[in-house]
């Protein structure tokens, strides 16, 4: 397997950019919007959250962050269908 083609690896610093350590969606988008034009991730990236619902992408980003800070698989599907 060459995961050096892979589109992680091939993106890993954009995408550290725009997520890592960021803590809302607004975060978020103004780390993909500072990427600029140049960059395909970002744009390509800020295109489709656009297309989502606002209030779905915060949820999404709390279970995230929530389901983080658990310790098994099974913690985090009891989190997930409360």
Request: proline share 1%; glycine share 8%; aromatic share 6%.
């Amino acid at each position: 397997v060459d995961t050096k083609s892979s589109f992680l690896s091939q993106n890993r610093a954009d995408i550290d950019y725009a997520f890592d350590g960021k803590e809302t969606m607004e975060e978020i988008i103004d780390a993909l919007e500072s990427m600029g034009e140049d960059s395909q991730f970002g744009q390509s990236t800020l295109n489709t959250l656009k297309l989502m619902s606002p209030t779905s992408l915060k949820v999404t980003l709390e279970g995230l962050k929530r389901g983080a800070k658990l310790s098994s698989v099974g913690e985090a599907l009891q989190m997930e269908y409360r």
